[in-house]
């Protein structure tokens, strides 16, 4: 298995659409930002839903390539992660205050947000990214890659009840995956939403310079969108409890992370700082995107006017805080 070398992997494009995947994130929390019912799906469930798979390829295949380093790459996000929950822990305390939670029930809350759903909403990624990255490396060592994948994808498939929900009611999985939200809230976690991202980040780099992964990559890129677009339409007809889980996914975030690597679109331009704006916009959005929500409540404006003020003040905010933490960090 030949390591792909950096000089033949578009870094660049890479973190460009890092970048753009972290603005899209702040769309998504703004809450409304198209009154058009469809062009609202568009935006968060089909655009929005294809950032956090995006990352969590792009992130595994970097894993796979530099795998003495996992150890210390778990450490390190350990460390980050900590880090952002304790500065966002008066935040899940009041949340906590505003669903009159008892007081005795906080030790238990804080052990679930820190462990599943983050003590800020969009922290969750870590523990489910690190908790997938651990079971599929038991897995891996257990299994093997051909069974890692198949059980990968069965829980993947499982894990979808959540959007396909709709079609299950009345059925005896609609009423087993009840049952299970009534208890977990969601499947989107380390177990049924991580490892098969996780894997495709490995196939890839285990297959960089394959064929598959090399020739007419952008044809399959579209091919796999217009795949996901059309059950992305399926769903528009038929929504279900929630919209993170798409089939079309799997294949879609596996092209679109082989095109931006082996792509030459803007490979010569140095767009390497934008991967550090993308992770701060990532971990500081929630502060300006709540208190705007929060003043706006009672403006009276449109539901969509509210969501584009949102989004615009929480994106120049972000950009500005991250423009300077950059530049700070430059300088240590």
Request: with cysteine; net charge positive; hydrophobic share 50%.
């Amino acid at each position: 298995m030949k390591k792909p070398a950096l000089s033949d992997l578009n870094l660049s494009l890479l973190s460009l659409l890092q970048f753009l995947g972290a603005i899209l994130v702040i769309a998504i929390h703004s809450q409304k930002v198209f009154d058009h019912h469809a062009l609202h799906f568009i935006q968060k469930s089909i655009f929005g839903r294809m950032v956090v798979p995006f990352f969590m390829v792009s992130a595994s295949f970097f894993i796979r390539r530099n795998q003495h380093q996992t150890l210390t790459y778990f450490k390190s996000q350990i460390r980050q992660y900590l880090f952002w929950s304790a500065l966002y822990l008066p935040y899940f305390v009041l949340y906590l205050r505003s669903i009159q939670l008892p007081l005795t029930s906080y030790p238990l809350a804080f052990i679930i947000g820190l462990t599943y759903t983050g003590i800020g909403y969009q922290l969750w990624y870590i523990p489910a990214f690190l908790t997938g990255l651990f079971l599929v490396n038991v897995s891996l060592k257990k299994l093997g890659f051909f069974w890692t994948s198949c059980l990968a994808l069965l829980l993947y498939l499982l894990g979808c009840s959540e959007t396909y929900s709709a079609f299950l009611t009345e059925t005896s999985v609609g009423t087993v995956f009840t049952s299970y939200m009534d208890i977990f809230f969601t499947t989107r976690n380390g177990l049924f939403y991580t490892p098969v991202f996780i894997l495709i980040g490995y196939a890839l780099c285990d297959n960089y310079y394959s064929s598959f992964f090399q020739k007419q990559v952008g044809l399959k890129l579209l091919g796999s969108f217009m795949l996901f677009s059309l059950e992305g339409w399926l769903i528009f007809h038929h929504q279900g409890i929630d919209k993170n889980f798409f089939l079309g996914l799997i294949p879609f975030t596996a092209f679109l992370v082989a095109f931006s690597l082996s792509s030459n679109l803007f490979k010569t331009r140095n767009l390497g700082a934008l991967k550090y704006y993308a992770n701060y916009y990532y971990f500081l959005h929630l502060i300006p995107v709540e208190i705007c929500l929060f003043l706006l409540k009672d403006s009276g404006l449109e539901p969509a006017l509210k969501g584009q003020l949102t989004f615009l003040i929480s994106l120049l905010t972000c950009h500005l805080l991250a423009h300077f933490l950059v530049k700070h960090q430059k300088k240590t």
